[in-house]
């Protein structure tokens, strides 16, 4: 179950759970696969701990759903 693969990764609990399928309901049709390589380049390309990660989540849960590339690309304008 991918609600599962936020309590496991995140240690997400009912609350947070219900914040980001409320705020963005789409990341339960993102695939394992995809939210592992999300949030590792999040983690790669930030340097922030899970901790920081698990806050940007359920800040902005529509992290998780853009693309490697565009992730990418809003990195690089924030760097410069």
Known sequence: DKLDWFVN???FNEEDLKKMVKTQPS???LSE???ESTV???HDRLGVT????KKMI???PSILCYSASNLNVKVDF???
Do not use: I
């Open 9 to 11: 990764v995140f240690d």
């Open 27 to 29: 990341v339960l049709q």
């Open 33 to 35: 696969k995809n939210l």
């Open 40 to 42: 590792k380049l999040l």
């Open 50 to 53: 899970k901790e920081s990660l």
């Open 58 to 60: 359920l800040s902005y």
């Open 78 to 80: 924030f760097e410069e």
